[in-house]
């Protein structure tokens, strides 16, 4: 299977704005970037563990790290509380979770 980021950011984008609502545009400049190096990412963590590079502790690791700096990025945005952070960034994630899963030799997201 193969991943396109834009596709990837393109759906974690939409349901990142579909969970924050009226909050979206606060958070909107900078949720798009930070979406779309998430999904750079997610693609990388799967090709290293399609690749036998990293193991299933280690990609989920990984994509703890890139998720906590995407929620850094949102929660600096004034007004949006860690609770709508979370509540998007699991959205986002939620959105490609299949396609990553299919995608890896294991469940990732």
Do not use: C
């Not at 990984?62 to 699991?90: D, F, P, S, Y």
């Amino acid at each position: 299977m193969s991943l396109k980021i834009g596709e990837l950011a393109a759906a974690m984008t939409g349901a990142a704005k579909d969970s924050l609502a009226e909050d979206w545009p606060k958070v909107r400049d900078y949720a798009r970037p930070e979406f779309k190096k998430l999904a750079q990412a997610l693609k990388d963590i799967v090709r290293l563990a399609v690749e036998g590079k990293v193991s299933a502790a280690e990609a989920k690791s990984l994509l703890r790290i890139h998720r906590n700096t995407v929620l850094m990025v949102m929660l600096t945005v004034q007004g949006l509380g860690v609770l709508g952070a979370e509540k998007a960034i699991n959205a986002a994630l939620g959105a490609v979770a299949d396609a990553i899963n299919a995608a890896a030799p294991f469940k990732i997201v």
